[in-house]
């Protein structure tokens, strides 16, 4: 495998990391935009695998990578319109959007099982330094890349913004009952809830102080307040990170993307953003294009969620409230990308 030609080209993209190696698979642009997620579940442009030892991507990326990219990325709480943002900024011929990269999430696990809070391992920085070098590469120098992470990776966000000098960030986010309305509303999503904050079980305890005897809402409430929590203090720490109102993206589309792209350093002519939010992507499910699904489908949704489980929401409630003073719970996330800040524990 030539090296330089692996670290300057995104057509072999790393999907994993394997004890000591990394996996790499085939894509080309069209690949990239039609996987909606870079996880197990990528359409890659072949079939073909290759196989690289760590330790050679390693020496090869600081003898001759010294300067990081300056990546845009966009941070979430999952279930909140990451994806359907990510897919809205997705534009072929000038940008390249990463959604979810398997091997950035692996980053994120450990670092919450393992050390969060504490100093990062060398193993570990040294494969964030690789992994941010590669996902650096486009095929348009001059456009934006941005990566669109998802829940373990918000507990390496400052390792992120670190790593060059002009690192940008949306974290986007529901309020509280919006949620766990999002969360709670599928056998599904409740299984998420269960894996993903047991994977995350220490991380979640170092934030909040609390993560064990809990019930389902309980849990999905604690999760909501960990990523609160995080977000608050990188939005205290980073002014040029923006928060962004979930709701915002939904009930005005128009309006947020061109922020969204003016922010991420991209010049986007206004009928391209109307026919981004007129055309298919807002008409069906971002995660299953086959489903017709539209915000006033999600509102209806939403409604009729909140009868069933409504006694769920103020169990939830009640265990968030008897935190919010002692978790130091911001009554709003600052610095907001589009529209004023909002209360985080307004009923919806």
Not at 135 to 152: D, T
Request: proline share 4%.
């Amino acid at each position: 495998m030539d090296l330089w030609h692996l670290f300057k080209h995104p057509d072999q993209f790393l999907m994993a990391f394997e004890g000591s190696d990394a996996i790499f698979v085939e894509m080309d642009r069209d690949a990239y935009h039609r996987s909606i997620f870079c996880d197990r579940r990528i359409s890659p442009a072949t079939g073909r695998q290759i196989k690289i030892q760590c330790a050679e991507l390693f020496e090869f990326n600081e003898q001759n990578f010294s300067q990081t990219p300056d990546l845009s990325y966009i941070f979430h709480m999952a279930h909140c319109g990451s994806t359907l943002l990510s897919r809205a900024l997705d534009i072929k011929e000038t940008n390249l959007v990463y959604r979810e990269p398997l091997a950035l999430r692996q980053l994120g696990v450990e670092a919450a099982s393992t050390f969060y809070g504490e100093v990062a391992p060398e193993s570990w920085r040294r494969r964030v330094n690789l992994i941010t070098t590669l996902l650096g590469r486009s095929y348009n120098q001059e456009g934006s890349v941005i990566v669109k992470a998802n829940v373990p990776v918000n507990f390496m966000i400052p390792q992120l913004l670190d790593a060059a000098t002009d690192v940008r960030g949306i974290l986007l986010y529901f309020t509280f009952e919006n949620y766990l309305l999002a969360i709670l509303k599928s056998p599904t999503h409740r299984g998420w809830i269960v894996n993903v904050a047991t994977e995350l079980n220490r991380g979640i305890g170092v934030v909040t102080k609390v993560r064990q005897n809990l019930t389902l809402p309980q849990v999905a409430a604690c999760l909501w307040l960990t990523q609160v929590i995080i977000f608050s203090e990188i939005l205290s720490s980073y002014p040029q990170v923006k928060s962004l109102h979930a709701e915002s993206l939904f009930n005005d589309p128009r309006h947020t993307l061109q922020h969204a792209f003016r922010y991420f350093g991209q010049t986007v002519d206004e009928s391209v953003v109307d026919k981004i939010v007129s055309g298919e992507l807002f008409s069906r499910y971002s995660k299953n294009p086959q489903r017709k699904f539209n915000n006033d489908a999600r509102l209806a949704q939403r409604r009729a969620i909140q009868k069933e489980i409504g006694h769920e929401i103020e169990e939830a409630r009640n265990w968030i409230e008897r935190q919010a003073g002692m978790r130091q719970l911001p009554k709003k996330l600052t610095s907001s990308l589009v529209g004023g800040s909002v209360d985080l524990l307004m009923p919806t």
